[in-house]
């Protein structure tokens, strides 16, 4: 499935200069909504999010530097990258943008290519981090999914792993959420200090999927000394007595033919095979999943 076009609010109150950006944009492929005001703007935003916000400074009334301020101030509008177009070039001018929380100036008279090469900067970024799991830093459910469809389509053998703790949620109720997001943070830091050292930076990949559940990405050789490494050095870098962590997983052949969705069935399958039989590290030579299956 294609990625839906990324949706753009233009706020300038010039209608020769609001026409042409809203075009120019559109035929970048963007979804564009374009207002003249500070008011407008506002308005349209209650509720909704667009992923980019192009912002003039000198709108009637309601200038822009304002309405960014209320921009950040909306929950939900925190994070999406705001663009500032001015006739005003002065260092100060800036500074007030930065300071109400602006992302990036453009000068005008706006320079198309250098327009758009920072709208898909700022977007690639905002995609990044809106992927990325805020507690530990790692990478989140869509790019674990773009990274094994990856694999897939390289033709290589590499090996997976599902990690997660064991009875982390009765941990998490009996002493709170802060020491939760700890643990959290401290078996992220084992998994990427481990990975480090048996792994290659560039072929290698640590995920977060959620809560205590993780995915690594590794060559195959690799699997099983990384495996056993973290359930070794998992007591002392964690420190709670409390928990313990398990590790599921094998070699996967994109040659036979295996698909995301069985993979995930496979490794679920695995996992309450390792619950069942008190194993901490079940991995297979070959996950086996071959087309069809």
């Known amino acids: 499935m294609s990625e839906k076009p990324a949706q753009i609010l233009v706020v300038e109150d010039d209608p ?3 026409e042409l950006l809203t075009t120019v944009l559109r035929k970048a492929g963007y979804e564009v909504e374009a207002v003249e005001d500070g008011p407008a703007a506002l308005e349209w935003i209650r509720g909704r999010q667009p992923d980019l916000i192009l912002l003039d400074v000198m709108l009637p009334g309601l200038d822009g530097f ?3 301020r209320r921009v950040r101030e909306l929950w939900h509008l925190r994070t999406v990258p705001v663009l500032m177009l001015t006739a005003l070039g002065r260092i100060e ?26 709208v898909e900067m700022h977007l690639r970024r905002s995609r990044r981090e809106r992927a990325t ?20 389509r390289s033709g290589e053998p590499f090996g997976i792993a599902y990690v997660d703790l064991n009875a982390f949620k009765d941990f998490n109720d009996r002493y709170g959420f802060r020491e939760g997001d700890r643990v959290l943070q401290a078996f992220a830091r084992l998994l990427q200090e481990t990975m480090a050292a048996y792994g290659d930076p560039t072929r290698d990949f640590i995920g977060h999927i959620g809560g205590d559940d993780f995915v690594l990405l590794t060559r195959p050789h690799v699997l099983s000394p990384v495996s056993r490494e973290i359930l070794e050095k998992f007591p002392q870098a964690v420190g709670a007595p409390e928990l313990s962590v398990s590790i599921v997983g094998g070699v996967v052949d994109p040659s036979r033919g295996p698909d995301l969705e069985r993979l995930i069935r496979h490794l679920a399958a695995l996992k309450r095979q390792a619950k069942q039989e008190d194993r901490p590290l079940l991995l297979s030579g070959n996950l086996g999943l071959e087309a069809g299956e």
């Open 16 to 18: 020769a200069l609001r």
């Open 66 to 68: 304002e309405v960014c």
């Open 93 to 118: 001018d800036k500074l007030r943008g930065i300071q109400a929380g602006a992302d990036d100036y453009l000068t005008k008279p706006v320079a198309i290519p250098e327009l758009l090469a920072r």
């Open 133 to 152: 799991n805020p507690l530990s830093g790692l990478p989140g459910n869509p790019e674990i999914e773009a990274e094994i469809m990856r694999r897939f």
